[in-house]
């Protein structure tokens, strides 16, 4: 038994009695254990981006200033989008998605970017052709913090305000996300 659980412990012993065990148990899942209590120490942070990503609240980049780390800025041309244009259009259809994805993603990465740099946080950028969800839950795994947006992957909706792809990548990562 912690310092923690002993001071709540006496603390209630004659007002809450047996029923604080009780509670404890019941809410295992949610009380955070006092090991767990202790801030995780983040080095690096990662951050995917896509056309879908719109809005980077000024929250995020406060929050994420308070740390000493450096991010990492991905942005992944979709492989399987890029394939079915290819398929169901032309081939020169398909490069041109390619050609103007790599133009927008360019930009939002060097707008982000200089966002980033000006709260001080030391960045590096990555632009790459692949599967949104799988590689950034294997990029993931080199980082300490994930910061993904609830868009990331595709539209969300009212009765959907997580995108299906950001949910996959969160239910994969192990390590802290910050979704906003």
Avoid: C
């Avoid at 709540?8 to 148990?25: C, E, H, Q, S, T």
């Avoid at 690096?44 to 056309?51: A, Q, V």
């Avoid at 800025?73 to 020169?92: A, K, P």
Wanted: proline share 3%; no cysteine.
């Amino acid at each position: 038994m912690g310092l923690y659980s002993s001071l709540i412990r006496r603390k209630f012993r004659n007002i809450a009695g047996k029923r604080y065990d009780r509670i404890l148990k019941e809410y295992k899942e949610f009380l955070l254990a006092e090991e767990e209590m202790v801030l995780p120490e983040i080095s690096s942070i990662l951050m995917p981006l896509d056309r879908f990503v719109k809005d980077i609240p000024l929250e995020l980049y406060e929050t994420l200033s308070s740390y000493d780390a450096r991010v990492l800025l991905v942005y992944i041309i979709d492989s399987q989008v890029f394939s079915i244009i290819n398929q169901t259009l032309s081939r020169d259809a398909s490069e041109e998605f390619k050609r103007k994805e790599e133009i927008y993603g360019l930009k939002i990465l060097r707008e982000i970017s200089s966002e980033l740099e000006n709260f001080g946080l030391k960045v590096q950028t990555r632009l790459f052709f692949g599967d949104k969800g799988e590689d950034v839950i294997k990029l993931a795994a080199d980082h300490d913090l994930l910061a993904i947006s609830k868009a990331y992957g595709s539209e969300i909706t009212k009765t959907s305000p997580l995108s299906p792809v950001a949910f996959k990548i969160i239910q994969h990562v192990n390590i802290p996300t910050i979704i906003y």
